[in-house]
């Protein structure tokens, strides 16, 4: 599942669901919107205004994926889970924020390169990154089972020989 979260401030941020409820026909996976107080109304993913905070955590933490503004919270969020996200800020220029405060989040936080966090500054590198972070997690899993096969046949191999 991806999860899409636009947090709770009172400026929409209609610009990320578009681009989301656009694309999303072409994403294989399960996408969920939390839209908040944005305005668009998504046609081709499920979505929900607001759920307590213990249920957004729980979206979060199930997720292979998050979408989210540069929200402090859920970037936190997804660290201690280990959830990828890809982070596109919120602008002043689109009236999205008061200020261009998650602009300067993300350019800190790409010049960090964190695993698992990557920045878009503009909607249209949405569908582009989402395919490259949700194949390359589907490849890490694909590596842990070989991993995890081998330690397996190992044990086995052990196992036999002492019996």
């Given at each position: ?28 996976h ?80 790409e ?37 995890e ?5 190992i ?9």
């Amino acid at each position: 599942m991806i999860f899409v979260t636009v947090g709770n401030h009172f400026q929409g941020f209609d610009r990320l669901l578009k681009k989301i409820d656009e694309m999303a026909p072409r994403i294989p996976h399960e996408i969920v919107i939390q839209k908040g107080y944005s305005k668009y109304v998504p046609r081709n993913t499920k979505y929900f205004d607001f759920v307590p905070a213990d249920s957004a955590m729980e979206y979060t933490r199930k997720s292979d994926l998050v979408v989210s503004h540069a929200g402090m919270g859920t970037i936190i969020l997804c660290k201690e889970y280990g959830v990828p996200v890809i982070i596109l800020p919120r602008r002043e220029k689109y009236k999205e924020h008061i200020n261009d405060h998650q602009m300067e989040i993300a350019q800190v936080l790409e010049e960090r390169g964190d695993k698992n966090i990557y920045i878009v500054y503009e909607e249209n590198q949405l569908e582009e990154k989402i395919l490259e972070v949700v194949g390359k997690k589907e490849m890490d899993q694909v590596e842990n089972r070989g991993r995890e096969n081998l330690i397996r046949t190992i044990k086995e191999f052990i196992e036999a020989y002492r019996g």
